[in-house]
């Protein structure tokens, strides 16, 4: 039905009570000629026939001179307007539908666009003085939107619907007609390819007009509210107007009204207290919908909205000061024997060690002064202030300080605390401290032992012949020319030192090295002539060197290697095997002896036939026998618990391939082989044990 009728209708009734109350009379005959449709609206807010720019509200209930809520948005939580007795509120729910129209009947705002994106932080990684001021949200109030309509509509996040008729397509939209400030306000009804005005129309039959409003961010809010302004009047308990809140975009829950509104009323729709979903804040996407739906017809202008404002609460931000590795550092706290490096290096005890330490600010700005303190083993050995500001995703760091005290040897923890008395309040009160353990060694140290250099047959090498260092056959009436030689193989330089050779374990002679050795450096001896007189049979030669132990090194068992040499007693004399063997200096065991990890220290000669024992405690264990004569030899291992034993048998030197193997339990070789020296290697993976010995038996012509 078109509304000029009904102003004309006004017109005469608005005249006539006019014409009553002056002549003094007929005011209860005016007022009960009236229409009760009247009663209610017409008179409460009758519909100007001036410009509309021009008016002012005139709700009974509002003042004479409106204060725009957009000029109020510094006010905190402002109180709603009580709903007026002609007007019914409460909580409902809606589910957006989408509109079922041609994508160019849908009222997505011309240029609308995507939120746009938080300015980036800085990389916190940055050391302060190499860094910009990093874009920080305030803390306190602050506005997500501020809409009254007098511009473009809608745009930006905005988007306008007519959730299900498309037959009767209308949706809000801004009109000049009943403006609460300024110029314009939204109507339900005024867009869509259906639109109304509502200087000439009532809101039509069968409306669900949307304007929703979002996703906005409220993660860093801790309050947050719609305000507003509403003019409402529909059909009671019929044709709702409602305000809404969604975190999904698609169910909404708030408040609705029908009825009268007697005006223009203020409300402030709390989102931290949304019906049936409570508090919205801490949620990274948030919507916010007005909503208007109607039945059957109606005579009614229905809700008009003005000036909303969207804002959000954003608490101070507290510092959080923690222990912090920069990019590149090992650890936040990063010890070293060198300058200029945030990478741990090796410590040892007679070098300084240089500390780099730092702390990072990833909360909110301090302005207070602080303290940093470093512990070695749980004393505190030094303290720094930081006395100006620290600002958020900053982070402070101390380069190169020298340790103030001498470690021992061994292992010793480093810690630092920050804010070590509290003067700072921190969200985060738990991660002010950072510790690791690191390691120290003493001074760099020498380590001499017997070497067996480049081509030589054994740290010792016996012979009958000058300028050689193999091993050849000795005999008792023939000068034996020893070589032997001894290296430094430790990290450090090492002093004066004596070496001594025995035969038997009888010394025979001594050498000093009086310049010491540097690391990887070896001293030997060539072509002494042995003076001792052999007999015929087996003989231990022996080298131990630093004899005196005047050198300190870094491993005090590695000086001494011995092995046993044949002499026989004439190159024209030949023994049967039976009686040579009573002149060999044997290995009598039954239990190994350590160290025997390579052939030079191996246990041996071994008897043929008797059974000697060893615990598999360690990888490698290494035995000997010498044959006179070639012929078989048999060899068994018995009752090994360690992983993956092997059993393999060299012969002269362990240089070259096993002559024969055994990997699988039970655990034998047979071989026949010439005469010589052979070495038994027993190999364990792991599994080692120093409880259950196992046995080995070998028998040989």
């Avoid at 801004?174 to 639109?195: L, T």
């Avoid at 107007?241 to 223009?264: H, K, L, P």
């Avoid at 050849?472 to 000068?479: E, G, V």
Wanted: proline share 8%.
């Amino acid at each position: 039905m078109i509304k000029t009728y009904f102003h004309s209708y006004r017109k005469v009734l608005l005249l006539a009570l006019i014409v009553s109350l002056l002549v003094g009379a007929g005011v209860s005959q005016a007022d009960a000629s009236i229409p009760s449709f009247i009663t209610q609206s017409a008179l409460a807010e009758p519909y100007p026939e001036t410009n509309k720019a021009e008016e002012q509200p005139t709700s009974p209930n509002q003042a004479e001179d409106p204060v725009p809520l957009v000029a109020a948005a510094d006010l905190r939580n402002p109180e709603s307007d009580p709903p007026p007795p002609s007007e019914i509120r409460q909580t409902g729910t809606l589910m957006l539908s989408r509109p079922s129209v041609p994508d160019d009947e849908l009222k997505p705002a011309p240029g609308a666009s995507a939120p746009e994106l938080k300015p980036a932080s800085h990389d916190p990684e940055l050391a302060p003085e190499d860094i910009t001021e990093p874009t920080v949200q305030a803390a306190g109030w602050s506005s997500i939107l501020s809409e009254n309509f007098e511009g473009a509509f809608p745009t930006g996040l905005w988007n306008t619907y007519d959730g299900d008729d498309p037959t009767n397509i209308v949706y809000w939209a801004a009109d000049d007609y009943k403006p609460h400030w300024g110029v314009y306000s939204a109507w339900a009804a005024r867009g869509g390819r259906d639109g109304l005005d509502p200087s000439y129309y009532y809101y039509p039959s069968y409306c669900n007009s949307w304007m929703v409003y979002g996703p906005f961010d409220l993660s860093d809010a801790t309050d947050a509210e719609l305000l507003f302004y509403y003019w409402n009047l529909s059909e009671l308990n019929y044709d709702l107007f409602g305000w809404y809140a969604s975190i999904d975009g698609a169910y909404f829950y708030g408040t609705r009204v029908s009825g009268n509104s007697e005006g223009w009323l203020a409300v402030n729709f709390d989102l931290t207290s949304v019906p049936y979903l409570g508090n919205v804040t801490g949620d990274s996407s948030v919507w916010i919908a007005f909503v208007f739906t109607s039945n059957g017809p109606n005579l009614s202008d229905g809700p008009f909205v003005d000036d909303i404002v969207l804002q959000k609460f954003i608490p101070p931000v507290q510092p959080n000061l923690s222990p912090y590795a920069p990019s590149g550092w090992d650890y936040p706290i990063v010890p070293s024997s060198a300058t200029g490096t945030h990478t741990v290096s090796t410590l040892y005890t007679d070098q300084a060690t240089f500390i780099d330490w730092a702390v990072l600010n990833n909360g909110g700005s301090t302005s207070t002064t602080f303290t940093n303190c470093l512990y070695y083993d749980n004393s505190p050995i030094n303290c720094w202030d930081r006395t100006g500001a620290l600002d958020q995703g900053y982070y402070l760091y101390v380069q190169d300080w020298t340790l103030n005290l001498t470690p021992t040897p061994g292992t010793h923890t480093l810690k630092i605390i920050t804010d070590v008395n509290n003067t700072i309040a921190e969200s985060n009160e738990s991660d002010n401290t950072w510790e690791r353990s690191f390691t120290w060694i003493g001074p760099a140290q020498a380590n001499l032992k017997p070497y067996m250099p480049n081509g030589w047959d054994y740290p010792i090498v016996p012979s009958t012949a000058t300028g050689t260092h193999t091993v050849s056959t000795l005999y008792t009436a023939q000068n034996t020319y020893i070589d032997w030689a001894v290296i430094n193989n430790g990290a450090g330089t090492s002093t004066a030192f004596t070496s001594c050779l025995y035969y038997d374990n009888g010394q025979v002679n001594c050498w000093n090295t009086s310049g010491g050795l540097n690391q990887n450096q070896y001293a030997y001896i060539q072509d002494w002539i042995l003076n001792q007189a052999p007999t015929a049979g087996a003989h231990s030669l022996k080298i131990i060197t630093d004899v005196n132990n005047t050198v300190a090194e870094s491993n005090e068992s590695d000086n001494t290697w011995e092995h046993a040499f044949i002499w026989l007693a004439s190159s024209y004399t030949v023994y049967l095997p039976s009686l040579l063997r009573e002149y060999m200096a044997y290995f009598e065991g039954p239990g190994e002896v350590e160290p025997n990890n390579t052939s030079q220290q191996a246990n041996g000669p071994l008897r043929s036939g008797q059974n000697y024992s060893s615990y598999p405690n360690d990888e490698k264990d290494y035995f000997s026998i010498y044959l006179r004569t070639g012929g078989p030899i048999v060899i068994n291992l018995s009752n090994h618990t360690g992983l993956e034993p092997q059993l393999q048998l060299f012969y002269q030197t362990t240089s070259n391939p096993p002559v024969a193997a055994d990997i699988e339990a039970p655990y034998h070789i047979e071989y026949t082989g010439s005469a010589g020296w052979y070495y038994i290697y027993i190999h364990a993976a792991g599994n080692y044990s120093s409880s259950t010995a196992y046995t080995l038996q070998v028998t040989y012509p």
